[in-house]
């Protein structure tokens, strides 16, 4: 991998527009990730999204449909935002890495972590959201995301649901990512980890109706 290129930057549009960040992301080659997935699946919502919500990589449903958090991941988000009173349409869902990485087994497509090269090459296209969305509130979906903007020392585990001190927006926080939920064993583990996400989510909501107060 060497010679393969590590910097999505020469891949971005001069006009910095979600629209155009949209489709420039579709042609992105800036690593190795776009050969065997699917297509990039970019950030979704609208510019005025008063919250981005940031997790690791499209999965494999993502990566068929071209969108983020659109599998099972997606719909514990959904319930989560729902929970905590954040509606979906005032969020941006997007991602650390815009392709899927994973391993074949069989016909099965897994999961694989993306390595921190891997993120380093996609981060731009985050940094480029983020600066034409400018979010209120930002939350990190679990570590690979949180690492990627806080620092590769951050612990999710220590500081999940915790309002951060963070140049990156006015609010910011990190929770786990809503795949975790999914990865319990049993219904009780399951309803406890969707209980403390839907928590974590609503520090956010509040920390937003605060900021409503006082302008
Ligand atoms: S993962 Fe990111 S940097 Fe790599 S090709 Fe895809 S969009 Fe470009």
């Not at 449909?65 to 997007?94: C, H, M, N, Q, S």
């Not at 690492?147 to 612990?155: D, E, V």
């Amino acid at each position: 991998m060497a010679d393969e290129p590590n910097d999505a930057t020469p891949f971005l549009p001069e006009r910095r527009s979600l629209k155009a960040l949209r489709e420039a992301a579709q042609c992105c080659r800036g690593c190795h990730l776009w050969r065997p997935a699917t297509e990039t699946v970019f950030g979704e919502g609208r510019r005025s999204s008063r919250v981005m919500l940031v997790g690791e990589q499209p999965g494999d449903r993502e990566d068929r449909a071209g969108k983020p958090f659109v599998g099972p991941a997606g719909r514990e988000l959904d319930r989560g935002l729902e929970a905590a009173g954040i509606e979906r349409r005032d969020a941006y869902l997007t991602n650390v890495v815009k392709h899927f990485k994973f391993e074949e087994r069989g016909k099965r497509r897994i999961h694989q972590t993306p390595k921190r090269f891997e993120i380093d090459a996609c981060i731009p296209w985050l940094e480029a959201e983020l600066d034409v969305v400018k979010p209120e509130a930002l939350v990190l979906l679990g570590a690979v995301a949180a690492k990627a903007l806080l620092g590769s020392s951050f612990k999710v585990t220590q500081h999940r649901g915790e309002l951060l001190d963070s140049e990156l927006a006015p609010i910011v926080s990190a929770t786990i990512h809503p795949s975790a939920i999914l990865r319990q064993r049993d219904d009780a583990s399951r309803a406890a980890e969707r209980e403390t996400f839907a928590e974590d989510l609503r520090v956010v909501a509040a920390a937003l109706k605060v900021a409503e107060r006082q302008h």
